[in-house]
């Protein structure tokens, strides 16, 4: 059940004060672009993570940095930093954590503008990392103290953090927040990740992952004798082959019923990353029979898909290859399991921002699954918090493109909808009369 709801004059106080510290807001998401916190390799996360902490203290949250010790990936050149505010309220309990990753992809070709700049024109803010997600960032941050300066106060408790490596896999990020305790299910009751969902959107889950690599063996021979050789590579194609016309129409038949976005994304898929084998393209060519070959295969699966069974039909497609020729030798290795995650569309959380966005925009938001992973499942799986989806104002169409860009108007309602979605899950405070007359 929603904490409580909420008077109407209430939340008109809010998006005032909303409005109010826009402009803020704005120079507070310029200056976080203007960090340049790339990654790969992941440059400039301390001064990405200064900068989020700092105006966290500013605004009254207990403010904490936390580094991924122990990772192999924290190193002294590109330490991984993480950033934590907490602001508790009378209670501790309900809390709602907003997390957002302030590293972005690598600038790439064709842009038009400086990508680190922050650059505004015909009320778009220009940068890379813009949509995603640092306007998400802002959002939330403002979001909540935008309350505070109509004199809201809420009665549970407020966390924020910006984290890395969100773009590589997040295990220095979220994933060792969730691991050191910091999001967990006893004391975070829920998450809002602010990725960028086009500002009308909620963003439930994500589908399943399944990254493997095969290498099929072989033997060596001189190339002009090949009769005296195994091709590993003829192998690979056999199984090739089969991937492309066996399991792909199979696997185009597997539909989901949870609305993923793009709707061709709905679909179980295979996608090959790599193929390699024999000799390496750019040494020096002998004649040889390629004795080894591999390749590396990502599989996307359904929440209705079981895992064991996305497993064992690749293993079944190996064992009848090598059924129909006893030469057929090959290995495979598991290099990425990630499970669909998936929150349900009747809890408080969803209820709540739904509630929110229909009274801001005037329509009710479409829910939606992603088809790719982001942070959730760190939330998900390791800190067991079942409330907990993407909503965020970047455009999700605009991440990782040149000339990258958000609307400002999306970062303000954005904003809008966070500060009365924190009001009706954390409760407020009676009122002494201040929050009417915009109390400081
Ligand atoms: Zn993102």
């Given at each position: 059940m929603v904490a409580q709801s909420v008077s109407a004059d209430l939340q008109e106080a809010a998006c005032r004060s909303v409005e109010e510290i826009g402009p803020e807001m704005i120079s507070f998401l310029q200056a976080l672009v203007r960090i340049p916190t790339i990654n790969p390799p992941g440059e400039n996360y301390i001064a990405g993570a200064e900068l989020i902490g700092q105006q966290l203290k500013d605004f009254g949250y207990d403010t904490l940095y936390v580094a991924a010790e122990g990772l192999k990936e924290h190193t002294a050149q590109h330490p991984r930093v993480n950033v934590l505010g907490r602001r508790e309220g009378s209670v501790p309990r309900p809390s709602l954590h907003f997390n957002g990753h302030f590293d972005v992809v690598p600038v790439g070709d064709d842009w038009t503008v400086d990508p680190f700049s922050g650059l505004i024109r015909d009320g778009k803010l220009y940068g890379r990392g813009t949509s995603d997600q640092k306007a998400g960032i802002a959002a939330s941050i403002f979001a909540i103290e935008a309350l505070r300066r109509a004199g809201i106060r809420l009665r549970g408790t407020v966390e924020q953090s910006g984290s890395v490596d969100e773009e590589s896999g997040g295990f220095a990020g979220v994933a060792y927040l969730a691991k050191q305790g910091w999001i967990g299910k006893d004391k975070t009751d829920y998450v809002i990740i602010t990725e960028p969902s086009n500002v009308d959107r909620v963003c439930l889950g994500h589908r399943g992952v399944y990254w493997f690599k095969i290498t099929t063996h072989g033997r060596i021979a001189h190339g002009c004798m090949p009769h005296f050789g195994i091709s590993a590579i003829d192998h690979m194609a056999d199984f090739l082959h089969n991937v492309t016309h066996e399991l792909k129409p199979e696997l185009a038949k597997r539909k989901t019923a949870i609305p993923v976005?793009?709707?061709?994304?709905?679909f179980a898929s295979i996608n090959v990353n790599s193929v390699f084998g024999g000799q390496p393209e750019h040494g020096t060519q002998t004649p040889c029979v390629a004795d080894r070959s591999g390749a590396i295969f990502d599989r996307r699966f359904l929440s209705e898909e079981n895992f064991e069974d996305v497993r064992g039909e690749i293993h079944a497609m190996l064992e009848d290859l090598r059924a129909k020729n006893p030469e057929f030798q090959y290995k495979i290795e598991d290099l990425m399991i990630v499970h669909p995650v998936h929150t349900d569309e009747h809890c408080d959380l969803v209820t709540s921002l739904s509630g929110n966005v229909e009274r801001i925009f005037g329509r009710k938001p479409k829910l939606t699954a992603s088809p790719g992973t982001y942070d959730q499942k760190h939330v998900v799986r390791i800190a067991d918090v079942k409330q907990c989806v993407a909503y965020g104002p970047g455009i999700l169409d605009q991440a990782h493109l040149p000339d990258e860009h958000c609307l400002i108007e999306d970062v303000v309602n954005a904003a809008k909808v966070m500060a009365l979605t924190a009001m009706e899950l954390l409760g407020v405070e009676p009122?002494?009369?201040g929050a009417r007359q915009g109390k400081r």
């Open positions: 976005e793009p709707p061709g994304s709905r009122d002494p009369g």
